[in-house]
């Protein structure tokens, strides 16, 4: 049974020894060059699925091939605890938020480590640790001070069920992710982080982050939108007040024809006439209720509502209707859009459907269009025509002919937009880091002093799902004395949006129990910035923009030196598998198929479309039964080698099969040649060897090196890795070197460690080494060993392939000629007939020009 490939036995004698010798503890006492290596953390749902297994194997290759390249790697777990998922499942199993999330974290730990994780778990901490968010709290206190956090009324997304604000990516078709209710916009105080001052330098720097992918910076560069054009002031008939608006278009002022505002419009009050009051209302409740992300789709049906009241084109004098329109959002520029139908598709369709006139102002060279002829708004270039004074110029000069004239007449300005809003925080949650200020009514807003943080999160609270957050009726957490005057006062009971939490948690892994402040400078200044971080690109304009964004606030306060987090981000591919339906049952987990039938109903069973693992799609595999009956390794090997890790990947039973088959290969290996290539012997006498089983041992090392370092190719090191195996079993073991073979299959061996590592370290123990085999290092190619004394080469007759010869690396074009005539295959081709030419590519073929 020794010599027997047992992963259960394996896996847990080495997952002990490296909690033993604390394997992957990190320290700054040392001359070894840092690496600091991060996946995103995780949520504390209790399971880990496919996703987690893949995303964290990925990062554990890195981790152990820097460890075994001489780097002083850093390498921290921790967990995403706060949020809205722990409140649902203390309503739903009767529990605290805290106790559930505690659970979890001790069932998810001990799963992760199940995997093989080279995790240093001395760093390890949760964000609804009191020591962690307690640090957090300070640090609004200082973006308070600095004029970074602030309050302000709000429109935003609101769950009257749950009585919480949502973020927009938490409204889906209109409803809340949670309770499936019908979500509203309404006006709230809300506290905010002025992101907005950092807009310019999160755009510049995102040109040199380099080793970012450029989907990721585009999607940044977008949600930040910064563009150039003018703001300009239509006065509103028969008032003193006045709309503004940003344009990046003024070229096509005078083809205005309506304004549309954004139904949030302050000025909506005051604008809405009041024989338009009843359809202006309706328009807003049935606008309130829509996704804003939906708002902004192409795909929307444009809506409106005239509001009763004009404006004055500050170009041509003339008077444009004023509507509410559902496209327009309060969130972009000014909420209020000169509408241009002739030149603008949206205003094109909006224009056609209301009714309103299309006003033709460019004209396209050697054409004529007019409001009758056109089929679709022509948005290209021209000159422009039906604009007063500025007839005829080119409109890409007349945009800023036309911006000065309205400036020297104070009626507009050159001016700077930008898409990206500032940071709405607040939520009205239990369930999260209280916002550490107090209400007074003779002070006002008053922050909590820094000598009497942390504002503790109480933990005798009844989650009853009744809405609304029970830090607003629980009175001994409200009530309090104000800090300036000590009259009676009234606590926040609003929590911090979760994504402030995973804004900062990378740098405070650097120092997780230092008590003095929220980070250690010496120690955060050693470590960042992250050298390589690993997550999906769903977190693009969320968590990557608001932890750059929350680094440059850590560096203003003086916490740290660096301006961005992550030097290399890698976003991962998903896991999906088959779906399986039934008409009648819906989706059918794979033990309710038998015979492509529905197992309760007997119907056929549909074949979905491969899609990411999902409980609703009952497609998920479970890495917990997955590694109980083949083995941690063989789930770290096929999640590795299925696909690249940027891409997505597809599910394949077979292929875990085959893995686990392969690993089967590597122990017997080992344990067959043991008595052949003996223990710990020494190989310095290999340099004068040439062998083909050498030769391919360091081109191994070399590609598997190239692919890992940097580049991520894990499928192809590992399908290399499986090559120099194929190798070790088609030599002939008994004129090979000993010595040889053994560097052939330690290599294998040293190779595949990152990726596999309880099986390796098994094999070299068995193979006589003691420690470990990170002590080893990572295996150097010899280049000597890489020289090919001998090449085989194809032959071609008029470029077809007739034969392959062998010779030596170094023959000259005339060996080569007289080597491709003399094979037997070529001759009978070339037989009575005249060789023309003979052209040589060294190393790849010879192709023979014949004719007659």
Known sequence: ??????????????????????????????????????????????????????????????????????????????????????????????????????????????????????????????????????????????????????????????????????ANEQVEDGCCWRCHNQVVQKELDQWFFRITKYADELLDETWNLKGWPEKVLAMQRNWIGKSYGCEIEFAVKGTEGKVKVFTTRPDTLCGATFMSLAPEHPLVKTLVTDDQRTEVEAFIDEVSRQD????????????????????????????LPIFLANFVLMDYGTGAVMAVPAHDQRDFEFARKYHLPVKVVIQPEGDSLTADTLEEAMTGAGLLVNSGQFDGVPNEEAKEKIASFLDERGQGRLTVNYRLRDWGVSRQRYWGTPIPVIYCQHCGTVPVPEKDLPVQLPMDVEITGEGGSPLARHQDF??????????????????????????????????????????????????????????????????????????????????????????????QGMVCKETQRCDEHGWLYPEQVEDGKCTRCGQSVALGRTEKMSKSKK????????????????????????????????????????????????????????????????????????????????????????????????????????????????????????????????????LLSPFVPHICEELWQRLGYEGGIEAQGWPVWDAEALVTSEVELVVQVNGKVRGKIKVAADSDNTLLEQAALAEPNVARFVEGKQVRKIICVPGRLINVVVSG
């Open 1 to 166: 049974m020794e010599n027997q490939y047992i992963p259960e036995n394996v896996e847990a004698k080495w997952q002990k020894f490296w909690a033993q010798n604390q394997s992957f503890k990190a320290d700054t006492q040392t001359e070894k060059q840092k690496y600091y290596l991060l996946e995103m953390f995780p949520y504390p749902s209790g399971r880990i699925h496919m996703g987690h297994v893949r995303n964290y194997a990925i990062g554990d290759v890195v981790a152990r091939f820097k460890r075994l390249q001489g780097f002083n790697v850093l390498h921290p777990m921790g967990w995403d605890a706060f949020g809205m998922p722990a409140e649902n499942a203390a309503i739903e199993h009767g529990t605290h938020p805290g106790k559930w999330t505690y659970e979890n974290i001790d069932s998810m730990r001990v799963q992760l480590k199940r995997i093989g994780l080279s995790y240093d778990w001395s760093r390890e901490f949760a964000t609804c640790d009191l020591d962690y968010y307690r640090w957090e709290q300070l640090i609004f206190l200082k973006m308070y001070e600095q004029g970074l956090a602030y309050k302000k009324t709000s429109h935003v997304n609101w769950c009257e069920d749950c009585q919480t604000v949502l």
């Open 292 to 319: 804003k992300i939906d708002r902004t789709s192409g795909e929307l049906e444009k809506k409106g509502v005239f509001t009763g009241s004009y404006c004055i084109n500050p170009l041509n004098g003339e008077e």
């Open 478 to 571: 409200l009530t309090v004395d104000c800090p300036t005057c000590g009259a009676p006062a009234r606590r926040e009971s609003d929590t911090f949006d979760t994504f402030v939490e995973s804004s900062w948690y990378f740098a405070r892994y650097a120092c997780p129990q230092y008590a003095e402040a929220p980070l250690d400078s010496q120690e955060a200044n050693y470590w960042l910035s992250v050298d390589q971080y690993i997550g999906g690109i769903e977190h693009a304009v969320m968590h990557l923009l608001y932890a750059r964004f929350f680094t440059k606030v850590l560096r203003d306060l003086g916490l740290v030196d660096v301006s961005e987090p992550f030097t290399n981000l890698l976003t």
């Open 619 to 750: 497609n998920v595999v479970d890495p917990n039964q997955l590694i109980a009956k083949y083995g941690a390794d063989t789930a770290r090997l096929f999640s590795l080698f299925a696909a690249p890790p940027e891409k997505d990947l597809e599910w394949n039973e077979q292929g875990v099969e085959g893995c686990y088959r392969f690993l089967g290969r590597i122990w017997r290996a080992v344990h067959d040649n043991l008595e052949l290539i003996g223990k710990g012997q020494n190989q310095d006498s290999l340099k004068d060897i040439s062998s083909e089983l050498r030769r391919k041992t360091h081109q191994t090392i070399k590609k598997v090196t190239e692919d890992v370092d940097g580049r991520f190719h894990f499928n192809t090191a590992i399908a290399s890795v499986m090559e120099l195996v194929n190798a070790i079993y088609g030599c002939d073991r008994n004129k090979e070197n000993p010595a040889v073979l053994r560097e052939a299959i330690e290599s294998v061996v040293r």
